[in-house]
């Protein structure tokens, strides 16, 4: 009876852990691909931030440049006007910037959040199915050894059934 209690065990057990580890492999390639799009995306609004911040700064310069264009040195209420334009200027442009650099954490709390959701639950089934895999095989290598014991006990009749 152990032999055959032990080879439909360790089928069974065969057949869970090849269900589990197909399921794993479907989960791991979803965890796979949602973790590259964290990544892509997390690129993508640090690329869009760093434009904007270069854009912010060439048009902070060409107005620096106008600006001081019109000023006479030999005055000094010119330059005085200048310096005072050109703090007032550089205060507005860091204004700006701040509200920008907030505006990018929104945008990238908004987009993130639910992949990053979706990642952790993938993590989760990955974990879960990892756990019921490593149960799973040991199932199966105690069904396979009872299917072994169970052989061993068994003892030929080599009379054909006359003693």
Do not use: H
């Not at 399921?23 to 609004?45: A, F, P």
């Not at 310069?61 to 703090?87: A, C, H, I, W």
């Amino acid at each position: 009876m152990g032999f055959l209690s032990g080879a439909y065990g360790k089928l069974m057990a065969g057949r869970l852990m090849r269900q589990l580890q197909w399921q794993l492999t479907s989960v791991t390639n979803r965890y796979n691909r949602v973790t590259k799009q964290i990544g892509d995306m997390e690129e993508s609004l640090q690329r869009q931030e760093r434009s904007y911040n270069m854009y912010n700064m060439n048009v902070f310069n060409q107005m620096r440049m106008g600006m001081m264009s019109g000023v006479d040195q030999s005055n000094s209420t010119s330059y005085n006007n200048f310096l005072m334009g050109t703090q007032q200027l550089q205060y507005q442009m860091m204004q700006q910037q701040s509200m920008m650099a907030e505006q990018f954490d929104i945008m990238r709390d908004a987009q993130l959040e639910p992949l990053k959701a979706i990642q952790e639950q993938l993590e989760t089934q990955k974990d879960n199915l990892e756990s019921r895999l490593e149960v799973a095989k040991g199932q199966y290598e105690a069904k396979k050894k009872e299917e072994q014991d169970g052989a061993k006990n068994i003892v030929p009749d080599y009379t054909g059934g006359q003693g």
